[in-house]
């Protein structure tokens, strides 16, 4: 047995760097929500809802970029598109309503001569309906499930089918249009054969491919298609699904004035925290070591916390202010003049880690009179440009540049990648055809063939 001496080294994270990476991490709400928390399970802490000194000043402040409270937030909301606007092909034309789906159908069945075992069935069709509002559930398991013959579950289901609006309950797509078929006059055997066995050239609308294959002049095969993009292939959409739209907060505010521009932490809606003064008195006096070690624990985690929601604050703002400072051009301009910028950068300049950068921006947002976005929109990556040396233009600017540029083409005649490419660099943007198709994926615009219009 030989006895050596070695040396060394091993990284450990104690809680303390724990607590502090959690607080960094969290928006605003959360954090209040941590604070009150954190003060039912430490009896040392104290906290106050924090009023603004001086409202009517603080909405002075804001008037600039509080010009419409429907707008404010129009730049978060394409961050969080629902997955309906990604539907190429048909158009969706359900107005939102604060009716739910399950209360439409019930009040449909509503003094008709059905059995208990039937409503029995139709509930249960009910809540097996998805986020679409197709049943996908085999005859099979609803009888199985309802105690009824399969028989008696099929009339059940084919019941559900016939209510409002047209295309619930279906099992598919194509079972859904082909059924809102069945009440437009406009729709004939043309229709009904494209939907039952060509959406995919539908989709991707290679039309000549479909009037090639059905024999049909190509004007007709147009204009079925279009009768078609008529329908609604969600016709659960534009009802309440009980979901509680999501209310952003911002976490920082930035207001412009003539002369620069102020940055405001909105941590005015977390309480203030502070260490209950009965309990320091009772840690000067004379009291059990039990009770004295107790308190003196508490106080610690009391004034960590303080420290972690201190150096919270302080990389918020530094983290703004370097925002500001780099993209002084888009708070000024607007979103035309994002730049191109990185963590790695942010982290130098604010003298950090990328980590801690990244922390920071988590699910935090920043208000400016252009709207709401989240901390992560001011962080785009960048590509060469002509003329620009090594600053580079934001891939944001390159999309919008794209976007100007099909919307403005022939669309009897689209431009190919090749051509959207050769047309960027007429613009002084140098990026490859692959990069372009990629941006375009991104965006959600299909390609030439897909927006080609054949009238």
Not at 329 to 335: L, M, P, T
Not at 388 to 417: C, F, R, T, V
């Given at each position: 047995m030989s006895i050596r001496l070695e040396q060394t080294q091993k990284q450990t994270v104690s809680q303390k760097m724990i607590q502090s990476v959690s607080v960094l991490q969290m928006s605003t709400q959360e954090l209040a929500d941590y604070i009150k928390e954190v003060t039912l399970e430490n009896p040392v802490l104290d906290f106050d809802e924090r009023i603004p000194e001086d409202k009517e000043q603080e909405r002075l402040k804001k008037l600039e970029?509080?010009?419409?409270?429907?707008?404010?937030?129009?730049?978060?909301?394409?961050?969080?598109?629902?997955?309906?606007?990604?539907?190429?092909?048909?158009?969706?034309?359900?107005?939102?309503?604060?009716?739910?789906?399950?209360?439409?159908?019930?009040?449909?069945?509503?003094?008709?001569?059905?059995?208990?075992?039937?409503?029995?069935?139709?509930?249960?069709?009910?809540?097996?309906?998805?986020?679409?509002?197709?049943?996908?559930?085999?005859?099979?398991?609803?009888?199985?499930v309802s105690g009824v013959s399969v028989e008696e579950a099929e009339a059940c289901i084919a019941i559900m089918r016939d209510l409002e609006p047209a295309g619930v309950c279906?099992?598919?797509?194509?079972?859904?249009?082909?059924?809102?078929?069945?009440?437009?006059?406009?729709?004939?055997?043309?229709?009904?054969?494209?939907?039952?066995?060509?959406?995919?050239?539908?989709?991707?609308?290679?039309?000549?491919a479909i009037a090639r294959i059905l024999k049909v002049p190509l004007a007709e095969a147009v204009q079925a298609a279009g009768r078609i993009r008529e329908l609604n292939p969600r016709p659960a959409q534009g009802f309440d699904n009980g979901d509680l739209m999501r209310y952003v907060m911002p976490d920082i505010t930035v207001v412009k004035f003539r002369d620069g521009f102020e940055i405001l932490l909105n941590d005015y809606t977390c309480p203030t925290l502070h260490i209950n003064k009965e309990y320091m008195g009772m840690l000067k006096s004379e009291c059990d070591q039990e009770v004295r070690e107790y308190l003196s624990a508490k106080i610690r985690q009391a004034e960590e916390l303080q420290a972690c929601i201190s150096r919270r604050s302080?990389?918020?703002?530094?983290?703004?202010?370097?925002?500001?400072?780099?993209?002084?051009?888009?708070?000024?301009?607007?979103?035309?003049?994002v730049k191109p910028f990185r963590m790695t950068d942010a982290a130098e300049r604010i003298g950090c880690h990328e980590s801690t950068v990244s922390r920071a921006l988590k699910d935090k947002y920043l208000q400016c009179c252009w709207g709401v976005y989240p901390l992560h929109y001011f962080f785009q990556k960048g590509l060469g440009q002509?003329?620009?040396?090594?600053?580079?233009?934001?891939?944001?600017?390159?999309?919008?540049?794209?976007?100007?540029?099909?919307?403005?083409?022939?669309?009897?005649?689209?431009?190919?990648?090749?051509?959207?490419?050769?047309?960027?660099?007429?613009?002084?943007?140098?990026?490859?055809?692959?990069?372009?198709?990629?941006?375009?994926?991104?965006?959600?615009?299909?390609?030439?063939?897909?927006?080609?219009?054949?009238?």
């Open positions: 970029w509080l010009a419409s409270l429907d707008e404010q937030n129009r730049s978060y909301y394409q961050y969080d598109q629902d997955d309906a606007e990604n539907d190429k092909g048909m158009n969706n034309v359900a107005g939102r309503t604060d009716e739910r789906l399950e209360d439409v159908l019930r009040l449909q069945l509503l003094g008709k001569a059905y059995s208990e075992k039937e409503r029995e069935v139709f509930e249960y069709i009910i809540q097996c309906l998805d986020s679409k509002g197709y049943f996908t559930v085999p005859a099979a398991e609803v009888a199985m279906a099992a598919s797509m194509q079972d859904c249009l082909l059924k809102q078929m069945e009440k437009r006059k406009d729709c004939g055997n043309l229709e009904r054969e494209i939907v039952a066995n060509y959406m995919e050239l539908l989709g991707k609308n290679q039309l000549q302080s990389t918020l703002l530094a983290l703004a202010k370097c925002i500001v400072d780099v993209q002084k051009d888009f708070f000024i301009y607007g979103e035309k003049s002509q003329g620009q040396g090594a600053e580079g233009i934001a891939s944001l600017q390159i999309k919008q540049a794209m976007a100007e540029i099909i919307e403005g083409e022939n669309k009897q005649e689209p431009y190919s990648d090749s051509s959207i490419c050769e047309l960027l660099k007429e613009q002084g943007v140098d990026i490859s055809r692959r990069t372009v198709a990629k941006y375009r994926e991104e965006m959600n615009i299909a390609n030439c063939r897909g927006r080609k219009a054949y009238v």
